[in-house]
């Protein structure tokens, strides 16, 4: 299967997953969190839906071979386990991946780093430089995105004005 069809199934597979038992609280945000290099607790988890995210794709093994990652400590040493939305740019940069500034088009696959500290994964690619579509944890069906207000997974449509920067992991 060709690795961005992958990334976006595993993402969409998501799509209405919700907290369970309070904020920030339930088996799959637990599961989200532990995806991180942090103890899983009552905390914000965008970045941390992103990284499981990525987890999982790298058990692919055309992703494996896409990314030139041989074995388990590769792939450990590879894949990004922040807490922190603006610390994907870090870690991007790192990996030698491409960060794209917001006046960029983005494309299915890239992931999406907003401007108020939240992150998601684009699902189609950016016609309009208005909006752009895609997938996050730790949001709302409206588009609120803190330690309150979040709830589940959500696809949905955004302003572009709220990007900070595009990641694109395959060149």
Known sequence: MDPIKRLLEIATHEVGTHEDG???????????QSATWLK???W????AFICWILREWLKSPEVLAKLSLRNN?????????????FDFERWAKEKG???LNKKSLAKA???????????GIVVKD???????ECIEGNTNGIGQRDSKAGDGVWRKRRSASL???FIRLLR
């Open 40 to 42: 899983p607790a009552p």
């Open 109 to 119: 696959g890239d992931l999406v780093v907003f401007d108020f500290s939240h992150i």
């Open 44 to 47: 914000p988890w965008c970045a």
């Open 163 to 165: 990007v900070r920067s």
């Open 97 to 99: 991946l491409t960060v």
């Open 22 to 32: 309070g904020n920030n609280r339930g088996p799959r945000i637990v599961e989200y």
């Open 126 to 132: 950016q016609i309009s430089p208005d909006s752009i």
């Open 73 to 85: 400590k590769e792939v450990e040493n590879w894949r990004p386990q922040t807490a922190g939305a």
